[in-house]
């Protein structure tokens, strides 16, 4: 429990202090990495037991993993993310996070009071390959918000 809260703790502060996103695109990220995370975890987790938290049961303390962890690393993500450059630099940015990411789902694996993350079949490579498609689908994502704000006006309120 001690490493998700260190992690938690961490991961929310730089987010919330060194985000480029707005507030309205940071809440549609959040939404959608927790919707995401829900629907994934349910399949993963619960159905077929290839990872969990904590335990293999729902718990309380795997709601903290499901709900606050995260939405602020996919803001990281997406604050700094090399949009306007060239897709070689924008594959790098993608493996350095996988593999940043991977480094600590490694450190998660550790026995508690630091790890809280348990793999079933789940395995590092399994993560390695399925991360970038994940980074890819939040890419596409953002960008649809950013169509849709670049649609609506400022201050108009829909149905007035």
């Known amino acids: 429990m001690i490493g998700l809260t260190i992690s938690i703790i961490i991961f929310n502060a730089i987010a ?12 549609h990220i959040w939404i959608f990495t927790i ?21 293999k049961e729902i718990d309380w303390r ?9 939405p602020p690393v996919n803001i990281m993500f997406l604050s700094y993310f090399p949009f306007q450059n060239n897709r070689g ?3 790098i940015y993608i493996f350095l996070w996988t ?22 079949w789940w395995k590092l ?16 994502y953002f960008n649809w918000v950013l169509r849709l704000e670049n649609r609506s006006k400022p201050g108009k309120v829909p149905g007035t």
Request: proline share 4%; no cysteine; aromatic share 18%.
């Open 35 to 55: 919707a995401f995370q829900a629907i994934f975890d349910t399949i993963i987790e619960f159905k077929f037991h290839g990872y969990w938290y904590f335990s």
């Open 62 to 70: 795997g709601l903290l993993a499901h709900t606050i962890l995260l």
């Open 125 to 140: 490579w399994h993560s390695a390959a399925v991360d970038p498609i994940l980074f890819l689908l939040l890419i596409g």
């Open 16 to 27: 919330l202090r060194k985000s480029r996103l707005t507030a309205n695109q940071s809440l």
């Open 89 to 91: 630099k924008q594959f």
């Open 99 to 120: 593999l940043g990411i991977l480094l600590y789902e490694a450190v998660t694996l550790l026995p508690e009071p630091w790890g809280y993350f348990h793999s079933g």
